[in-house]
C-alpha cells in the first residue's frame, strides 16, 4: 500500500472521514506527519460556548440534553482534532451513559467534556475521573452506597464492562468491591438554588468555572475493613482499587481488544493483541501509544481491514458533510467567540438538530445508548429501516431555491462546494467525472458499478451539462448520481 492510500485509510479510521480537504493536506504532509498530528493534537480553545444552546428569546435559558447535544454535534462537524472526537465516541459507547438516566443537562454536559477533554491519555485515570462523574454515578445508582447496604451495581459493570470481562472475576469480587465504593456520592446544589433565577445561576457557574455538580466522600457511610479482591487482600478504597484493576493483565487485554476492534476489525490475531497489550503495561496503560502501535501494525492495512467496517449512523452523517465543507460552512452560521448569554442563530440551530435528527433515524442518537453496554457495531448498524434512513441521508446545506416563488432551484452552500471540486478537476469523460465523484466521497466501488454510474451518467446528458456552464444543471446530474452511490453498499464502508 502506498504512503497516500495508508494516510487515507488512516484519516477514515483516527478521524471522521477522508474528506478531500483532509486527504490533500494528508497527502502533501506524508503519513509519518499525518500520524503525528492525529495522536499529538493541539487542543485549540473553545469558541461556542455550549451554554449559548440553552439560551431562548424572551425566555429563561432551557439547561437540557437535547439542546446541549448540539454543542457535540458541532464539534463532530467542525472538529481540526479528529480523533479527539472519534475517542470519545468510542469512550462514550464505552462507559455509556443516556440522558435520561445521567442526571440533568449539566451533568450531562460535565460527562461529554470529560471524555472530551483527554481522551488520549491513560486508561487508569480516565477511568477514576468516569466513575467519579456524576451524571455517571447518577446512571449506576452509585450515590447511595453505605457500609451498610453496598450497591453491587457499579461494581459488576466495573469489572465485566469497563475493565476485565466476563471470566476474569467472581460474583465474590463484585461484592467485595462493591464495598470498596461506599461512601461515594455526588453533590448536585444547581436545582437547590430554585429561588435563584436561571440566567444568574448559570452566570455564576460561568464565572466561577466550577460545575454545580461534584464528586463527595462520606467517611462514616465508608467500609474501612480489608476486601479480598482478585486475589489481593486490603483495605482498598475506591481509588485503590480502580487503580490495581486498570494495572491488571486482563484489562490490557481487555481494553486493547476493544480498541483494535473499534478501529480495525473483529478478533485480532494473537501477535497482533499481544503487541498491543505489551504497549499499555509499558506505558502504564497511555491510550496514545497503544493507538500508534495499532497504527503501525502491517495488519491494519491488511485487505481484512481497508474499506471492511460499517460506518456507525454518527461517522456516516459526519462524513458526508464534511465532504461538503461543513468545517467551514458552519462556524459563520453559529458565531464564534460570543457570550455564553448569546443564542445560537436559528440557521446554525436547525442544521445542529437535522443533523442529530439524521444520525438518530440511522440508528445513532449521541447521549442515548441503547443500554449500559453501549451500541451493536459493525453488522448491527445494518436494518431495513436504518439502511432505508441512510439513503435518504443526502448532506448539509445541499439545495436553496434561486427565485422568490422557490420555482427553481439550485446548488447552496455546500453543494456549491461539491461544484468547485469537479470545476478545479475539469473532467473530459462520464468515466473521469463518475471517478472524482467518488474521490469527492471517499469511495472505491467496483468495476461493474463505477461502469453502471458512467452509463447512467451518459444517458442524462453525458457532459453537456458540465459543459454547458450551468451549475443548476450539472449539480441536478451529479445529485443523480450521488443519489444511486448512496446505494451502494461500499458507500456506507470505511
Request: hydrophobic share 40%.
Amino acid at each position: 500500500m502506498n504512503p497516500n492510500e495508508k494516510s487515507a485509510h488512516l484519516l477514515r479510521r483516527f478521524g471522521l472521514g477522508a474528506s478531500p480537504g483532509e486527504m490533500a493536506a494528508a497527502t502533501k504532509a506524508g503519513f509519518e506527519a499525518t500520524l503525528v498530528r492525529l495522536l499529538d493534537p493541539r487542543y485549540p480553545a473553545e469558541r461556542v460556548h455550549p451554554l449559548r444552546f440553552t439560551v431562548r428569546k424572551d425566555e429563561p435559558p432551557e439547561v437540557a440534553s437535547y439542546l446541549l447535544r448540539l454543542h457535540w454535534v458541532y464539534h463532530f462537524l467542525t472538529t481540526e482534532t479528529p480523533l479527539r472526537e472519534k475517542l470519545a465516541l468510542f469512550w462514550h459507547d464505552h462507559f455509556a451513559v443516556d440522558d435520561e438516566n445521567g442526571g440533568d443537562g449539566l451533568m450531562i454536559l460535565s460527562y461529554v467534556e470529560l471524555l472530551r477533554r483527554d481522551p488520549l491519555g491513560k486508561f487508569g485515570d480516565l477511568l477514576e475521573q468516569i466513575a467519579k462523574n456524576p451524571a455517571f454515578m447518577e446512571m449506576l445508582t452509585m450515590q447511595n452506597s453505605t457500609r451498610v447496604k453496598p450497591n453491587e451495581n457499579f461494581a459488576r459493570e466495573l469489572l465485566e464492562l469497563y475493565t476485565l470481562g466476563v471470566g476474569h472475576y467472581t460474583e465474590r469480587d463484585i461484592q467485595e468491591s462493591a464495598r470498596a465504593f461506599t461512601g461515594w456520592t455526588y453533590l448536585n446544589r444547581f436545582w437547590e438554588r430554585q429561588e435563584v433565577p436561571m440566567e444568574r445561576r448559570l452566570q455564576q457557574l460561568v464565572d466561577s468555572g466550577m460545575n454545580y455538580a461534584g464528586f463527595a466522600f462520606v467517611p462514616e457511610f465508608h467500609d474501612t475493613g480489608v476486601k479480598e479482591i482478585l486475589g489481593e487482600k486490603r483495605a482498598f478504597s475506591g481509588e485503590e482499587l480502580l487503580e490495581m484493576i486498570a494495572s491488571r493483565e486482563a484489562c490490557a487485554e481487555f481494553i486493547t481488544k476493544k480498541l483494535w476492534e473499534f478501529f480495525a476489525y473483529p478478533e485480532p490475531e494473537k501477535a497482533v493483541h499481544q503487541a498491543l497489550v505489551q504497549t499499555y503495561r509499558e506505558t502504564d496503560g497511555s491510550i496514545r501509544a497503544v493507538l500508534e502501535t495499532l497504527a503501525r501494525r502491517p495488519e491494519f492495512y491488511s485487505d481484512q481491514c481497508v474499506r471492511q467496517r460499517i460506518k456507525s449512523p454518527v461517522e456516516y452523517v459526519v462524513a458526508i458533510c464534511r465532504a461538503l465543507g461543513s468545517a467551514t460552512l458552519l462556524p459563520p452560521r453559529i458565531g464564534l467567540d460570543r457570550p455564553h448569554t448569546e443564542a445560537i442563530p436559528e440557521e446554525g440551530a436547525s442544521i445542529l438538530g437535522g443533523m442529530a435528527y439524521w444520525m438518530s433515524q440511522c440508528g445513532q442518537l449521541l447521549l442515548r445508548p441503547p443500554s449500559v453496554a453501549g451500541w451493536e457495531w459493525g453488522p448491527g448498524w445494518v436494518s431495513t429501516s436504518n439502511m432505508v434512513w441512510r439513503q435518504k441521508f443526502d448532506g448539509m446545506l445541499t439545495w436553496e431555491p434561486k427565485d422568490k416563488e422557490k420555482k427553481v432551484w439550485g446548488p447552496a452552500p455546500g453543494g456549491q462546494v461539491m461544484i468547485r471540486y469537479f470545476r478545479e478537476r475539469d473532467p473530459k469523460s462520464p468515466d473521469a467525472l463518475v471517478s472524482i465523484l467518488l474521490r469527492f466521497f471517499d469511495c472505491a466501488l467496483g468495476a461493474e458499478a463505477h461502469q453502471a454510474l458512467v452509463e447512467t451518467c451518459q444517458k442524462n446528458g453525458g457532459m453537456q451539462p458540465y459543459d454547458s456552464g450551468n451549475d443548476n444543471w450539472f449539480f441536478g446530474q451529479i445529485w443523480h448520481l450521488y443519489f444511486l452511490l448512496r446505494a451502494a453498499p461500499e458507500f456506507h464502508l470505511c
